[in-house]
């Protein structure tokens, strides 16, 4: 089997700053995506990518910016953080074909002081 | 556009009693398959179930889905809750479009106490 990792699992802070989060996947999938999970609200997709270097804009794409230099890796960037903005980042994997299921990572929290 | 609806936000059931989370769904493909998620706290959100046959009962840990397309649903049922499925559920929709796009409901938080 394979793993999805997430780092950094909790990042705090501060209003205005650029934060990054990393993901890393041995499945050697072709997709791979980032999720925002709110309370009461779902998961939302913010970006995806189907191969290296390609990149799509989700739903909750304005604030964000990622960046898929290897299958392997994709990453996502909070361009200007908000205040008081608490959430969890959930990547996720996939085969490119109608059959495959997602495989997450376990999440990372963000906190904006 | 694809959507998914879960009814129930928030679950809260006595251990033994029945299990019940509703899932509709909204798609104007044909091929399209239905996913349970369960995310248990601590822990990466994991599929429970899926199907794309019409009909067909799909089972797996206890819990069971019935993919209906004529009236748009897969609601998950286990016939005794137990504590430890206390979690947060997501129903899921993929309809292929060239490349694998997923819909997510806003889940069900299910509480199983004593």
């Known amino acids: 089997g394979g793993i999805i990792t997430q780092t950094p699992k909790f990042l705090i802070g501060q209003e205005g700053q650029k934060l990054t989060l990393k993901c890393q996947q041995n499945f050697n999938h072709d997709t791979m995506y980032w999720y925002r999970q709110d309370s009461g609200k779902g998961l939302r997709l913010i970006y995806y990518?189907?191969?290296?270097?390609?990149?799509q804009k989700g739903d909750l794409s304005e604030g964000y910016d990622a960046s898929r230099e290897k299958k392997s890796s994709f990453s996502l960037t909070v361009t200007s953080a908000q205040k008081n903005e608490m959430a969890v980042f959930l990547c996720?994997?996939?085969?490119?074909?109608?059959?495959?299921?997602?495989?997450f990572g376990e999440g990372s929290k963000l906190t904006v002081l | 556009g694809d959507s998914v609806t879960q009814k129930e936000g928030l679950v809260t059931l006595t251990e033994g009693l029945p299990v019940m989370l509703n899932c509709t769904y909204q798609t104007i493909y044909s091929n399209a398959f239905l996913f349970w998620y369960v995310h248990y706290l601590n822990e990466s959100p994991r599929l429970l179930l899926k199907?794309?046959?019409?009909?067909k009962r799909t089972e797996h840990q206890g819990f069971h889905a019935t993919l209906h397309k004529s009236s748009s649903s897969f609601h998950l049922q286990k016939s005794s809750a137990q504590l430890s499925d206390s979690a947060l559920y997501y129903c899921a929709l993929s309809a292929n479009t060239g490349y694998q796009n997923f819909y997510f409901g806003k889940g069900t938080s299910l509480t199983v106490i004593p």
């Open positions: 199907s794309s046959t019409d009909n």
């Open positions: 990518s189907i191969t290296e270097n390609d990149l």
């Open positions: 996720a994997s996939s085969i490119q074909e109608n059959t495959g299921q997602l495989y």
